[in-house]
């Protein structure tokens, strides 16, 4: 597979943190050679209010993850306190373009000091302390990169339920890690929908969720909702009667810092925890490298701050690193399928980092949107969240980065906390549809089904990591056996990552997606098994399976095969009443994109589902179904081929 390369632009090169691909491989196989030393030169780039006693404490079999053992520091402190101290007070730190363009706003970092110290004595006020739990649901406002950095400053630990998540999955992660407090807002604006009912989704959620005590909510539209009298507290009122400064509180690098739910291969999503220390330092370094981030710059990550690439990248990354960051709360088409490309223009954005569904949604509207705007700023272009292939990777790189810009393809996961495997844009050499080569102190293999390290390049495999990072997740809260057996049991001594991958002859690895139960659908992380069980609970349903199948768009789609109670009738009612079960349990972004009623699915003697089967159908790949002998009754495969619904 020689696949041409692109060479980094001269220009970009010549001023790059990372020069060159030797520059990058000595410094790489120092970073894993004397890795403690490595990071310890690191972690300078942050400020400590104690410096560590040891590097790191690392043991695979058990799982324990310890990194600057004994250091303290505070996360809001380095994003914010520390660039005022060195004179970059009135630096902007975000732009915020409203979801219409007549709307926006921006904050400086004095702004943001000012905003965050109010907002933490809001939560003392509140009665929330160090490890207290605060759950956020809300969309992209600026509120929420604040009520983030306002809990760091206080010790206490954030749990951003994703806006589109409906009541009840709302409350089963509340529950989860038992949050105090829950920071909502009135209603959400977000493309042509003007009235997502954020508080009364949080209404329904805490009146089954014990454990929160107070909400505030933020007036984003001025609708009138329901404010329960001493529970409920406008975010304007607590913030305009508190004092304007609050002392970070000295935290240890091993206190967690927040919680992210994230799907699985089992039913119920797992709460990852990330801790302090070597979180922010991973995502600090991992910016500005990926990025080459320079002061001069601009930056505008697109991703929504509910998911992690929003946590290290919109919030912790850019902030460590005293960047100017642009917040959208809107989305790509609205109002027309060049807004992404007028706030590029707008703002001078220089550095820009997207998804490749989003890639796929505007290459296909055509190449006149982007080539109306003024895209010259841009420098450095980036992509995560699923595999990108060749065609998107192009016409990116062509009509929107007009052939000078490196596009770095960015692997990582919720647990990762950053960025594993990406070029750097002034070192390497880039391949459409390739993540490349590891960062610094990431040590990737492949292993086969059996564990055995795979040696040498052209290879496929597993994907697994031979050593931890600063920013490995440390445990999912509350149940570290879950934690073990996830990520590693399977391969002992090694991270498991879920995902396959192929490295080519230069040692460059593509991404080929997962090899468990997790859907990626428009870059969201979806579990089969969440979607299954969300079916299973519409009236008349008796069984569901639900597979991923290639889609234009999405990269994946849901495809859900569903058998129904004897005596019920396959009709459009049935349908409806699956896509509002989904929409209630999970939230709209799960809906089944296909559903195929069948009398059976196909099982093995001992009940299994053989996905695999289901698969190719959803696939349309029948001409190799492989072994259906072990089928308890195999005549339901050519049902299943033939859309037989009885
Ligand atoms: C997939 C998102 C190919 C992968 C940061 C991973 C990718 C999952 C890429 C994590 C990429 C992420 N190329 N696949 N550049 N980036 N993935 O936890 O399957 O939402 O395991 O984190 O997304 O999704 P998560």
Not at 600 to 619: F, H
Request: glycine content about 8%; overall charge neutral; hydrophobic content about 35%.
């Amino acid at each position: 597979m020689n696949k041409k390369k692109y060479n980094p632009p001269q220009k970009l090169s010549l001023n790059a943190n990372y020069k060159s691909l030797k520059d990058y491989s000595e410094e790489h196989k120092r970073s894993l050679k004397e890795n403690d030393v490595f990071w310890s030169e690191k972690a300078e780039r942050i400020e400590w209010f104690k410096k560590w006693k040891k590097v790191s404490d690392i043991d695979f079999t058990l799982p324990k993850i310890e990194w600057f053992i004994g250091g303290k520091l505070n996360v809001s402190y380095n994003c914010i306190d520390r660039h005022i101290k060195n004179g970059k007070g009135d630096a902007i730190a975000f732009y915020w373009e409203g979801n219409d363009p007549s709307e926006s706003k921006k904050l400086t970092y004095n702004q943001l000091y000012d905003k965050v110290c109010r907002f933490s004595n809001v939560l003392k006020n509140l009665n929330i302390s160090k490890g207290d739990r605060v759950c956020l649901y809300m969309q992209m406002i600026p509120e929420l990169p604040i009520a983030m950095l306002s809990c760091a400053r206080i010790g206490a630990v954030h749990s951003a339920v994703f806006g589109a998540f409906s009541s009840d999955s709302l409350r089963d992660r509340i529950n989860d890690s038992k949050c105090k407090l829950l920071i909502t807002q009135d209603t959400g604006v977000r493309g042509t929908k003007n009235n997502i009912p954020m508080k009364s989704n949080a209404d329904v959620a805490i009146e089954q969720s014990p454990s929160i005590e107070n909400t505030i909510v933020v007036m984003r539209t001025g609708e009138k909702v329901h404010m329960k009298n001493k529970r409920d507290h406008w975010w304007h009122e607590q913030i305009d009667s508190v004092k304007p400064h609050c002392e970070p509180e000295h935290m240890d690098a091993e206190d967690p810092l927040f919680i992210l739910y994230t799907s699985g291969s089992t039913g119920t999503p797992k709460g990852v925890m990330h801790t302090t220390g070597g979180y922010l330092l991973y995502a600090d370094y991992t910016f500005s490298s990926i990025f080459d981030h320079k002061s001069s710059d601009i930056y505008w990550c697109t991703a929504d701050i509910g998911w992690i690439t929003g946590h290290s990248y919109i919030t912790y990354g850019p902030l460590s690193n005293c960047a100017t960051s642009v917040i959208f709360e809107g989305v790509p088409n609205y109002p027309d399928f060049g807004r992404f490309w007028d706030i590029v223009d707008k703002y001078q954005v220089s550095l820009f980092y997207t998804a490749p569904t989003a890639l796929r949604a505007l290459m296909k509207e055509g190449d006149s949107w982007a080539q109306s705007r003024d895209l010259s700023s841009l420098r450095v272009l980036g992509t995560v969240g699923e595999p990108i292939k060749e065609p998107e990777w192009k016409w990116y790189y062509k009509i929107i980065g007009s052939k000078k810009c490196p596009i770095v393809d960015t692997w990582w996961q919720t647990e990762t906390g950053g960025i594993m495997i990406s070029p750097l844009p002034g070192a390497t050499p880039t391949k459409p549809g390739s993540a490349t080569l590891p960062f610094f102190g990431v040590d990737p293999v492949l292993l086969d089904e059996n564990g055995n390290e795979i040696i040498g390049n052209n290879k496929n495999g597993l994907l697994a990591m031979k050593s931890s990072w600063p920013g490995q997740m440390r445990t999912v809260y509350g149940d570290h056996q879950r934690f073990k057996e996830t990520y590693f049991t399977q391969f002992k001594g090694y991270y498991f990552t879920g995902d396959g991958a192929k490295r080519d002859e230069d040692g460059y690895y593509f991404i080929t997606g997962r090899v468990d139960d997790v859907l990626n659908v428009s870059g969201h992380r979806i579990g089969t098994a969440e979607v299954e069980g969300a079916i299973g609970k519409a009236d008349g349903v008796a069984e569901a399976a639900v597979v991923g199948y290639n889609h234009d768009i999405k990269g994946q789609g849901i495809y859900a095969f569903v058998t129904l109670m004897t005596g019920i009738e396959v009709n459009s009612a049935i349908e409806m009443s699956i896509f509002k079960t989904v929409t209630k349990e999970i939230g709209p972004h799960a809906k089944p994109d296909k559903i195929q009623f069948t009398s059976g699915l196909p099982k093995t003697r001992s009940g299994k589902i053989m996905r695999r089967i289901l698969r190719n159908i959803a696939n349309s790949n029948l001409e190799d179904m492989g072994d259906i002998s072990t089928l308890a009754d195999p005549s339901v495969v050519d049902k299943l081929i033939k859309g037989d619904q009885k």
